[in-house]
T-cell receptor
Framework: GNSVTQMEGPVTLSEEAFLTINCTYT??????LFWYVQYPGEGLQLLLK?????DKGSNKGFEATYRKETTSFHLEKGSVQVSDSAVYFC???????????FGSGTRLQVQP | DTGVSQDPRHKITKRGQNVTFRCDPI?????LYWYRQTLGQGPEFLTY????????KSRLLSDRFSAERPKGSFSTLEIQRTEQGDSAMYLC??????????????FGQGTRLTVV
C-alpha cells in the first residue's frame, strides 16, 4: 500500500539555522508529492508540491526535490524564522487517485 | 471567497449519540474530501466526492459513518452511535475539477469531535 514516513519531532532550531525535515514514501507508479503546513490555530495549507521525478517544489524559501531513486522528498530551508514554527506534513497522491496519504507530521519550533 | 468552511468547529457528545458535521467547499470546486485526524497523527482519508457522486470510500469509514453531497455543493458527514474512538478532528477539503493528481486540495479548519 501507500505510506509516508517523516522524521519525528519536535525539531527545535534557533532563528537563521538550516532546516531539513526528512520524508520517504512507498507507492506504486509515480505519485505526486506535497508538503503541507499547519500553523497554530489554522487549517492545513499547501506549502509546495512536485508531480514528477527530479521536480523541485519551492515556496517561501522552502524547497523539496522529488527523488524517485531514493523515494524521498525532504524539506529544506536555508534560514528559518520564528514565524516558520508549525507542524509540517509530507503527503502523496497516488497515480490515478485523488486521496492524499499523509505522514504523521513534524513539529518545528524556532527560537529567537 | 472565504475558503472551505466547516460547522461546527467543536462538538462534544455523549457516547451513543448521533452527530452531523457540515462542510461548505470553495465555490466551483467539484471535488470534496473528508479526512480524520487524531492527535499527533496526519490526516487519514475517509471519502471523496466528485460533484454529488461519492467515488471513493476508505475502509476506515465504518457502517456508522455516512457522507452525502446531495446537490454537489455542501456536504454532510454523519456518525451514528458515536464511540469514544471517534474522538478526532474531522477535516474537509476541496479542489477544482481540472488538473491531475497534483492538484492542490484546500482544507477547512476542521470540526473537533469529543465523545464522552
Amino acid at each position: 500500500g501507500n505510506s509516508v514516513t517523516q522524521m519525528e519531532g519536535p525539531v527545535t532550531l534557533s532563528e537563521e539555522a538550516f532546516l531539513t525535515i526528512n520524508c520517504t514514501y512507498t507507492a506504486t507508479g509515480y505519485p505526486s508529492l506535497f508538503w503541507y503546513v499547519q500553523y497554530p490555530g489554522e487549517g492545513l495549507q499547501l506549502l509546495l508540491k512536485a508531480t514528477k521525478a527530479d521536480d523541485k517544489g519551492s515556496n517561501k524559501g522552502f524547497e523539496a526535490t522529488y527523488r524517485k531513486e531514493t523515494t524521498s522528498f525532504h524539506l529544506e530551508k536555508g534560514s528559518v524564522q520564528v514565524s516558520d514554527s508549525a507542524v509540517y506534513f509530507c503527503a502523496l497522491s497516488p497515480t490515478g487517485r485523488r486521496a492524499l496519504t499523509f505522514g504523521s507530521g513534524t513539529r518545528l519550533q524556532v527560537q529567537p | 471567497d472565504t475558503g472551505v468552511s466547516q460547522d461546527p468547529r467543536h462538538k462534544i457528545t455523549k457516547r451513543g449519540q448521533n452527530v452531523t458535521f457540515r462542510c461548505d467547499p470553495i465555490s466551483e470546486h467539484n471535488r470534496l474530501y473528508w479526512y480524520r485526524q487524531t492527535l499527533g497523527q496526519g490526516p487519514e482519508f475517509l471519502t471523496y466526492f466528485q460533484n454529488e457522486a461519492q467515488l471513493e470510500k476508505s475502509r476506515l469509514l465504518s457502517d456508522r459513518f455516512s457522507a452525502e453531497r446531495p446537490k454537489g455543493s455542501f456536504s454532510t458527514l454523519e456518525i451514528q452511535r458515536t464511540e469514544q474512538g471517534d474522538s478526532a478532528m474531522y477535516l474537509c477539503a476541496s479542489s477544482p475539477l481540472r488538473g491531475g493528481g497534483g492538484t492542490e486540495a484546500f482544507f477547512g479548519q476542521g470540526t473537533r469531535l469529543t465523545v464522552v
